[in-house]
């Protein structure tokens, strides 16, 4: 009986499993890739809102503090959503015809509040608390970038664990003096300079650094 398959069709057949397993392989990087990409986490892609709130006018022409809108930063785990009399206590008597907070009037109006667009999520296995971090003296910016420059929000980091933990690990690194965690145009020193101050900071402040990396102080 004569043969069905020629000599190097095990060739051919070994060479077809090894290109379908690198394949895949590839496959599978170029997916862990893409989800780790900053698109998939829509890094720095401002986020539509329903009011083009500017914090580029805000924050930095008119020099409004953060406090001003977000009450809640220092005293609790969040920072909260400004209602809408916080917005209307200008609002009522500036730019008051204008197109663009129409939807802000309309929630003065009706007691329904603007539906705003969250930009920076967390799992919710992650417990952050905002209070805890600016006591410590971490800045605004040191999370949410030059935010007095953006026109529309857009999230300024990924907020990956490994990048929380380059923070936890060594916060003399990154810690500034608390009437500075507001200051938008706040200037790091040199890293010599730096790392002195931060030290100095951790003993004044009370940073417990050896429990920083302890897994229940994010995931509770």
């Given at each position: 009986m004569g043969q069905i398959f020629r000599p190097n069709a095990?060739?051919?057949?070994?060479?077809?499993?090894?290109?379908?397993?690198?394949?895949?392989?590839?496959?599978?990087?170029?997916?862990?890739?893409?989800?780790?990409?900053?698109y998939?986490?829509?890094?720095?892609?401002?986020?539509?809102?329903?009011?083009?709130?500017?914090?580029?006018?805000h924050a930095d022409q008119l020099g409004?503090?953060?406090?001003?809108?977000?009450?809640?930063?220092?005293?609790?785990?969040?920072?909260?959503?400004?209602?809408?009399?916080?917005?209307?206590?200008?609002?009522?008597?500036?730019?008051?015809?204008s197109t663009l907070l129409q939807p802000v009037r309309d929630s003065w109006a009706t007691g329904e509040p603007v539906r705003w667009v969250k930009v920076h999520h967390l799992p919710e296995f992650v417990y952050f608390n905002h209070s805890i971090h600016v006591s410590k003296g971490v800045g605004c910016t040191q999370c949410h970038?030059?935010?007095?420059?953006?026109?529309?929000?857009?999230?300024?980091?990924?907020?990956?664990?490994?990048?929380?933990?380059?923070?936890?690990?060594?916060?003399?690194?990154?810690?500034?003096p608390r009437d500075e965690v507001y200051n938008m145009d706040y200037i790091a020193p040199p890293p010599a300079e730096q790392r002195a101050l931060g030290?100095?900071?951790?003993?004044?402040?009370?940073?417990?650094v050896r429990q920083l990396t302890n897994c229940a102080v994010c995931h509770r």
């Open positions: 095990n060739l051919l057949a070994r060479l077809s499993i090894f290109g379908g397993i690198l394949l895949l392989i590839e496959l599978i990087l170029i997916i862990g890739v893409f989800f780790r990409s900053d998939w986490r829509q890094v720095h892609i401002a986020i539509e809102q329903p009011v083009p709130f500017s914090h580029q006018i409004l503090d953060c406090r001003y809108c977000h009450t809640s930063v220092a005293q609790s785990s969040y920072a909260n959503i400004p209602p809408t009399e916080t917005c209307m206590t200008c609002h009522s008597q500036i730019a008051v015809n970038g030059q935010v007095n420059e953006m026109p529309v929000v857009w999230k300024e980091e990924a907020l990956y664990m490994g990048w929380c933990l380059d923070c936890h690990r060594a916060p003399e690194k990154y810690l500034r030290q100095q900071l951790v003993q004044e402040y009370n940073v417990n």
